[in-house]
């Protein structure tokens, strides 16, 4: 099995060369084929709150240990958790400090390690202070806790990005083989 961050850095590399153009392209045009899709008249939507307090959340995800615990990312630098309906006031990371907030920029993306519960790992894509783009990894001490302290950062990849605030992108994720 490869390593997690030799993964992430190839999912980050990968998605920074998708966004540099590689000039215009002289492929013959074609319209996409559409299917109609059926229109159920019974179908209702409809918008729930189930917490406020957030400050622009960019992104759920979970840990996928079975602790029914949501992870909200948000864009200054901070992940909080919701569990049941009830947004947890401590957040479980807090980067702020480190985070240039604001437009394209900020705590882009989390991902949890495949096998939390056995490695209590989490990555995160932001946009640094001074402009860069990171991928980082944070220890918790156990799958279990409440909080994980930004010290125990370990920088992954660096892409710099100073002066241009934006196009800053990262989304972060584990694919089917770890």
């Known amino acids: 099995m490869r390593r997690p961050s030799v993964l992430l850095a190839s999912a980050v590399l990968v998605g920074t060369a998708a966004c540099v153009s590689s000039g215009p392209s002289h492929a013959a045009a074609t319209s996409p084929t559409v299917a109609a899709a059926a229109s159920p008249s019974n179908v209702r939507v409809q918008w729930q709150t189930v917490v406020t307090g957030l400050s622009s959340p960019i992104s759920v995800t979970n840990a996928g240990d079975g602790s029914g615990r949501l992870f909200v990312d948000e864009q200054a630098g901070r992940i909080r958790i919701v569990h049941g309906k009830r947004l947890v006031k401590r957040p479980y990371l ?34 640094r202070s001074d402009g860069d783009l990171i ?9 279990t ?15 710099k990005h100073r002066g241009a605030a934006n196009h800053n992108g990262g989304q972060i994720f584990f694919g089917n083989d770890g």
């Open 145 to 159: 806790a409440s909080h994980v302290s930004p010290s125990t950062e370990r920088r992954i990849l660096r892409v």
């Open 94 to 127: 807090n980067i702020s400090g480190r985070v240039q907030s604001g437009g394209e920029q900020g705590l882009l993306s989390i991902a949890f390690h495949p096998n939390f519960k056995q490695h209590p790992r989490l990555y995160a894509a932001y946009t």
């Open 135 to 143: 991928v980082s990894e944070f220890k918790a001490r156990s799958a």
